[in-house]
């Protein structure tokens, strides 16, 4: 049985990862527009795989004798400047996830709700790799720079991106 302030800290989560799917998919339609095609394709996975996340918390509380509360979305503001300014922003909301996540593995421990803190060590596993591969992609449009055909060449490769060198998972 989850206690109340476990609850309250995974509704508070599930709205995080709800947000997340909706930025992601508002710099996909950007993108697409854009004429971006390959961006376009990796964020909406990447709003696809928030969702999934969403999800997942969703079912965790209610499976624990809790009740997941589906929220409001927000209407994502982006900085919509350049593909730098989206990718920019996707890296400062996945560390702003991580410290969400942080948070609530810390509330679990304070709960000594050990079953709720080994499940979200999986979230902990993903964070990192999602701080990664946001870092990654920084990475690589910085040596782009202001170059057509390495961008180009960017958003063709970002059609299989999974962020761990070996293209797509």
């Not at 589906?70 to 350049?82: F, K, N, T």
């Not at 560390?95 to 999986?122: C, K, P």
């Not at 720079?145 to 998972?169: H, T, V, W």
């Amino acid at each position: 049985m989850l206690s109340k302030t476990i609850q309250e800290a995974i509704n508070k989560q599930i709205k995080v990862e709800a947000d997340s799917s909706q930025i992601y998919l508002a710099m996909a339609s950007w993108a697409e527009v854009q004429g971006f095609e390959g961006i376009s394709a990796f964020m909406y996975k990447q709003s696809d795989e928030e969702r999934m996340h969403m999800l997942k918390l969703v079912k965790y509380a209610n499976q624990r004798g809790g009740e997941a509360e589906i929220p409001s979305v927000i209407h994502p503001v982006l900085d919509c400047s350049s593909f730098k300014a989206l990718f920019t922003q996707l890296y400062e909301h996945e560390v702003m996830v991580s410290g969400s996540i942080n948070e609530l593995v810390h509330v679990s421990l304070q709960e000594r709700d050990y079953a709720t803190h080994n499940f979200l060590q999986w979230y902990v596993s993903e964070q990192i790799e999602e701080e990664a591969t946001a870092r990654t992609i920084l990475d690589k449009i910085n040596l782009i720079g202001d170059d057509k055909g390495g961008l180009y060449l960017f958003d063709n490769d970002m059609k299989s991106f999974s962020g761990n060198g070996n293209g797509a998972q």
